[in-house]
């Protein structure tokens, strides 16, 4: 017995299984090109968005060391005064069991 192409199981099985494949692994294909471009705009906007923080950063930290600057704090007059030398504490710690004593003098 030889096998016939003309068979019913050709024409109506494999033929339509196989057209089917071929539709599927091309609708496949336009699928995941177009997922994989979306996926690069994506991956775009994210990187504008990364040089636009890391700009907006150091101009942060630009404004935060000015303001912690010393003439800063001085022009602003925020109640901070820096101390002056000569009404400086300072502690002396003896090792006996005396209570330490503190004095203006060194």
Do not use: N
Request: hydrophobic share 40%.
């Amino acid at each position: 017995m030889r096998y016939r192409r003309e068979s019913p199981v050709w024409s109506f099985v494999v033929k339509p299984a196989l057209v089917s494949l071929l539709l599927v692994g091309v609708f496949g294909l336009v699928w995941m090109r177009s997922s994989i471009t979306s996926m690069e705009y994506d991956i775009g906007s994210l990187e504008k968005r990364k040089t636009q923080a890391l700009k907006e950063r150091k101009l942060l930290e630009a404004d935060l060391a000015s303001l912690r600057s010393i003439r800063e704090v001085e022009d602003r007059s925020m109640g901070m005064v820096f101390p002056d030398r000569e009404k400086v504490v300072y502690v002396k710690r003896d090792k006996g069991s005396v209570p330490y004593a503190a004095s203006l003098r060194r």
